[in-house]
């Protein structure tokens, strides 16, 4: 496959997994970076590195400036593992909204859009041939949702499922 210059990925269970091995986080601290996935990346070296993640959970389950600071706290760390010249740049959007007609909730594609605007990727010369998603809701057999596929077809870009990136050769 031919290497991609922007990347998408999901937080939850693609760039993250929780230390307490529940489903949802216990608290900010209930996280371990996935050092396989951040490997892959820094060896692909994209160009941009964008985390788009649901938050349905957000006022529930955490509280929202927590949850800011932990995806504050991850991109930097992911910015800090690739450091590589080419990295222009990492960042990260999330959707606290739990509504389906949300143009930022996945599958919408509202956060990728957001992003390639705010970085004028476009302008910059960038194609959606240069970008891929990643991510756990690819749905496969087992897996809970198959949203983060839906937002990579509904942006028309090309998506891999986490385990399939790990196991990618890219030129």
Known sequence: MKRPKIIFADLDDTL?????????AQGIWDMQLRLDVLNKIKEICPEYF?????????GKFVDENDFEKKLDYITVAV?????HPDLAGVDAMYCP????EDPFR??????LSYLTKTHDLFTEGYTKED??????ASGKEGNFSDTDLKTALNYGIKYLDVNDFLKTSFI
Do not use: E
């Open 16 to 24: 993250i997994f929780t230390l307490s091995g529940k489903t949802f």
């Open 50 to 58: 964008f985390i788009v993640t649901n938050q349905g959970g957000i």
């Open 79 to 83: 910015k800090s593992f690739i450091k």
């Open 97 to 100: 909204s739990m509504d389906k």
């Open 106 to 111: 996945k599958p919408n594609a509202g956060m």
């Open 131 to 136: 970008m891929l998603m990643i991510g756990d």
